[in-house]
């Protein structure tokens, strides 16, 4: 059974950072794009980051471009999202994900597993 399970999300205060990790199982998705999706209430599901499999060509959203990092480590079948200078508006459930494409994948749809998420708050 492939499963994807995040972990790290909180409740910070704006300026600090988290870690977020995803554990992936059930098989190996090294070739696989991975990537970091988050969606705040009310709002529709929206691309973070995204890190290829094979290369590794990262792709950040502009909104938090300079402020977050995407890493994998393909010998633990792992995704990491560093974030750092936490905003408010960075509060929502962050969503790990796998692609089979081999290119950059930045719409959900693209994306074939999904992880359950992990909520972030940040207040002001």
């Known amino acids: 059974q492939v499963q994807l399970v995040e972990s790290g999300g909180g409740l910070v205060q704006a300026g600090d950072s988290l870690r977020l990790s995803c554990a992936a199982s059930g098989r190996s998705f090294t070739g696989f794009t991975m990537g970091w999706f988050r969606q705040a209430p009310g709002k529709e599901r929206e691309f973070v980051a995204a890190?290829?499999?094979?290369?590794?060509?990262?792709y950040y959203a502009d909104a938090v471009k300079g402020r977050f990092t995407v890493s994998r480590d393909h010998a633990k079948n792992t995704l990491s999202l560093r974030m750092d200078s936490l905003k408010p508006e960075d509060t929502a459930v962050y969503y790990c994900?796998?692609?089979?494409?081999?290119?950059?994948?930045?719409?959900?749809?693209?994306?074939?597993?999904w992880g359950q998420g992990t909520q972030v708050t940040v207040s002001s």
């Open positions: 890190i290829i499999g094979f290369g590794g060509n990262i």
């Open positions: 994900a796998a692609s089979a494409l081999t290119g950059m994948a930045i719409t959900t749809p693209k994306y074939n597993y």
